[in-house]
T-cell receptor
């Protein structure tokens, strides 16, 4: 069975501080990993996917197959980064996603 | 390009009733997936349709069903509603390369 674990429900950091949102997964195969973000009163949207290896809004995430992790990082948090972040796993496409429980990030001024 | 549209945005139903939710995908997208979001269980996959065929189904009872029309619009139906069906139901559409799921705003269903 596939599973995504986000151990922190809530995370608060000060503006300008580094931030890391943790994600661990369980999957027997080669998964695709995603980070989705939901800003207040907005729809869920893709932040980044591991295959593209892009940096979006200063966020990066590296897939560590040995530790089965896909942590999201940003060196300097901004207040506009405050949102709900979901790590998600797919068995090879974006059609069926298994989501973690989410981490509510608050960036304090 | 218009985003994924879900109607209605809010619904209140009584236990035992049935409900139909609608989803219009992004133009050109043929894959439509449905998710249930609750505070307790988080986001859970319901089912996925492609070209009017259900291709994947999550672990939900048979009371949850769906369909897709030739224009890729999709509906999901929940029969014999239970209090526990109260949730935000999200629809997502994908293009054939499946690189990204685009989500709608959701339909908030409350069962009383």
């Amino acid at each position: 069975a596939q599973r995504v674990t986000q151990p922190e429900k809530l995370l608060s950091v000060f503006k300008g501080a580094p931030v890391e949102l943790k994600c661990n997964y369980s999957y027997s195969g080669s998964p695709e990993l995603f980070w989705y973000v939901q800003y207040s009163r907005q729809r869920l949207q893709l932040l980044l996917r591991h295959i593209s290896r892009e940096s979006i809004k200063g966020f990066t995430a590296d897939l560590n197959k040995g530790e089965t992790s896909f942590h999201l990082k940003k060196p300097f948090a901004q207040e506009e980064d405050s949102a709900m972040y979901y790590c998600a796993l797919s068995g090879g496409s974006a059609r069926q996603l298994t989501f973690g429980s989410g981490t509510q990030l608050t960036v304090l001024p | 390009k218009a985003g994924v549209t879900q109607t209605p945005r809010y619904l209140i139903k009584t236990r035992g009733q049935q409900v139909t939710l609608s989803c219009s995908p992004i133009s050109g997208h043929r894959s439509v997936s449905w998710y249930q979001q609750t505070p307790g269980q988080g986001l859970q996959f319901l089912f996925e349709y492609f070209s009017e065929t259900q291709r994947n189904k999550g672990n939900f009872p048979g009371r949850f069903s769906g369909r897709q029309f030739s224009n890729s619009r999709s509906e999901m139906n929940v029969s014999t509603l239970e209090l526990g069906d109260s949730a935000l139901y999200l629809c997502a559409s994908s293009s054939t390369d499946y690189t990204e799921a685009f989500f709608g705003q959701g339909t908030r269903l409350t069962v009383v």
